[in-house]
């Protein structure tokens, strides 16, 4: 079984700039996840996505959105890139039921110049 | 609110060591409880699990034991090895919230030969 894939590994940009990250997760599963990871702190929640709705969203700001495609893959959209935006993006997926383990891809490494 | 205390890190062990790495939890309804393992450049991977009280999950020589009368969920393993250096992160869902996975600050571990 093909687990959740995410790309791309690597983003550099400049501070401003827009960047588009995705996420294929796990067949047959529904729900998507995002977190974001900066150097040395634990995952922060940014975005849970289901059947193509947005069901949840951490304390993050607007400019961090987000959608969820009929496959179930999905993007999250960083506009106006600021230095702080540097970190580890994390995307996970899981069942739709209640108290299913959330399986992680490797993240995408997104780095603000 | 839900929440995760882990023990705070880094922990640095000797090969063949004893490990515990201590997580205690708050959580208004009846949680699952999880371990997640994050390996250098990777992301989180699902190391073990426990539906409800009294269970104990296992995993490649790990093991922790759902205690409901201590609300805590703590990781062992009886020997470790260099392989093991990694992130380890206690990490809940409780069917009440049908939410993101509450995820502890993560404990680092270090083994030295």
């Known amino acids: 079984e093909a687990g959740v894939t995410q790309s791309p590994t690597h983003l550099i940009k400049t501070r401003g700039q827009q960047a588009t990250l995705r996420c294929s997760p796990i067949s047959g599963h529904t729900s998507v996840y995002w977190y974001q990871q900066a150097l040395g702190l634990g995952l922060q929640f940014l975005l849970w996505y289901d059947e193509g709705e947005e069901r949840n969203r951490g304390n993050f700001p607007p400019r961090f959105s987000g959608r969820q495609f009929p496959n179930y893959s999905s993007e999250l959209n960083v506009n106006a890139l600021e230095l702080e935006d540097s970190a580890l993006y994390l995307c996970a997926s899981s069942l739709a039921y209640s108290n299913q383990p959330q399986h992680f891809g490797d993240g995408t490494r997104l780095s603000i110049l | 609110g839900n929440s995760v205390t882990q023990m705070e890190g880094p922990v640095t062990l000797s090969e063949e060591a004893f490990l515990t790495i201590n997580c205690t939890y708050t959580a208004t309804g009846y949680p699952s409880l999880f371990w997640y393992v994050q390996y250098p450049g990777e992301g989180l991977q699902l190391l073990l699990k426990?539906?409800?009280?009294?269970d104990k999950g296992s995993n490649k020589g790990f093991e922790a034991t759902y205690r409901k009368e201590t609300t805590s969920f703590h990781l062992e393993k009886g020997s470790v090895q260099v392989s093991d250096s990694a992130v380890y992160f206690c990490a809940l869902s409780d069917e009440t919230s049908y939410d993101k996975v509450i995820f502890g600050p993560g404990t680092s571990l270090s083994v030295i030969p």
């Open positions: 426990a539906t409800k009280a009294d």
